[in-house]
């Protein structure tokens, strides 16, 4: 068989199983890629088109489907223009893993502006020196974050996450106030702009890393040629949604029209509680928590359903690998890559059973 019929036959094989050639599904898409770009508004509006009822995100205030999902994104991106935000803005996101970050994620999206992730372990100075050298303009805040926010001498808008009306007080709106500022009037399409990830700052202060040109796309799809992600997946993230490694399984999730369980600040217990309750069949990890895991008390815990365990974001060591393995089956898929460069290399369970 001629080597470009096999390359063929392997991408149809993926594209169906990550339910990319359902007709309705690849007119959604296009649609949607058509109106807002490569970014994660046409992802999960496609989505939502398709699966509408089905939930996107579980997080510890409940569920959220996709079609609640996609109108409550279009009216905050109304919301955050009415503040006065343009197109190419510089928006700061300073919060845990929970429904808020993905809504302003796919609103910034809408409205054309370029998110800044920001680390929740900053202190006041860091955060204060980050935002001033990214331009940030306005920054989406945790509530129980505004006093770090507060003390770092930003004097833009800021926008309270995760909490109600209430956690806003004096000059801050919360994230519903802001969703009732925009008009009625139908969102126009965005300049598609790429977000802004935070190097780890290991030789000083973190700094903004921005991929603009799509070069990554043959590396995500071997990755997801090589990790076994299906369509309808539940998928389990107590990776920081700020990081490089959990936005890409946000990323996938929502390519997939999969559930995201949002776990807010992993904790061992949470995160299997989390597995369990909802059947998952993916759990994205770093190797510290795979470390913790086996450390803790599993006895009794039944983590049958996972199919992948994607690991990333430091060195995997071998006996840590092997061990996970042995007890939890042979599930885990362990990838190296860097926030400026994306995915570079991907060992899958086979792999690390043989080095």
């Known amino acids: 068989m001629p080597c470009w019929s096999v390359a063929v036959s392997d991408s149809v094989r993926l594209a169906r199983r990550l339910g990319w050639l359902d007709p309705g599904q690849m007119a959604a898409t296009t649609a949607a890629l058509t109106r807002w770009g490569p970014t994660l508004a046409a992802l999960y509006t496609a989505a939502a088109v398709r699966h509408r009822k089905r939930a ?17 994104s279009s ?5 955050f223009r009415s503040l006065g935000l343009a197109g190419g803005d510089h928006l700061g996101v300073l919060c845990a893993n929970h429904r808020d970050f993905v809504d302003v994620s796919i609103a910034a999206a809408k409205a054309g502006l370029a998110c800044v992730y920001l680390n929740t372990g900053f202190a006041a100075p860091q955060l204060g020196e980050v935002l001033r050298r990214e331009g940030v303009g306005a920054l989406v805040v945790d509530a129980d974050l505004l006093a770090v926010a507060e003390a770092s001498g930003f004097d833009g808008h800021v926008v309270v996450a995760d909490g109600d009306r209430r956690s806003a007080s004096g000059s801050h709106r919360s994230v519903d106030d802001v969703r009732v500022l925009g008009s ?11 977000p802004v990830l935070l190097t780890s700052g290991t030789t000083g202060t973190p700094k903004g890393a921005r991929r ?6 043959a590396s995500a799809l071997g990755v997801l040629e090589r990790i076994p992600y299906r369509a309808g997946d539940i998928a389990v993230i107590p990776t920081p949604l700020f990081h490089a490694w959990g936005l890409a399984q946000l990323t996938v999730a929502a390519s997939t029209a999969s559930t995201a369980v949002l776990v807010r600040r992993f904790e061992v217990g949470e995160t ?8 998952a069949n993916v759990l994205a990890v770093v190797p510290v928590m795979i470390q913790r895991i086996l450390a803790g008390d599993t ?6 359903s996972l199919r992948i365990v994607a690991c990333s974001g430091s060195a995997l060591p071998a006996a840590v690998a092997t061990a996970w393995m042995d007890r939890f089956g042979d599930n885990l898929y362990n ?21």
Do not use: C, M, W
């Open 212 to 217: 603009n040109r799509p070069t990554g796309l």
């Open 335 to 355: 990838l190296y890559g860097s926030t400026e460069v994306g995915q570079a290399t991907l060992a899958t369970p086979e792999d690390l059973r043989a080095a």
């Open 184 to 194: 009625s009037r139908p969102l126009l399409p965005s300049k598609p702009v790429a």
């Open 56 to 72: 996107a995100v579980v997080d510890h205030r409940g569920t959220v489907t996709f079609g609640e999902l996609d109108r409550s």
């Open 272 to 279: 299997l509680d989390a597995i369990e309750a909802e059947r």
């Open 75 to 79: 009216a905050l991106a109304q919301g």
């Open 299 to 304: 006895d009794g815990r039944d983590l049958s």
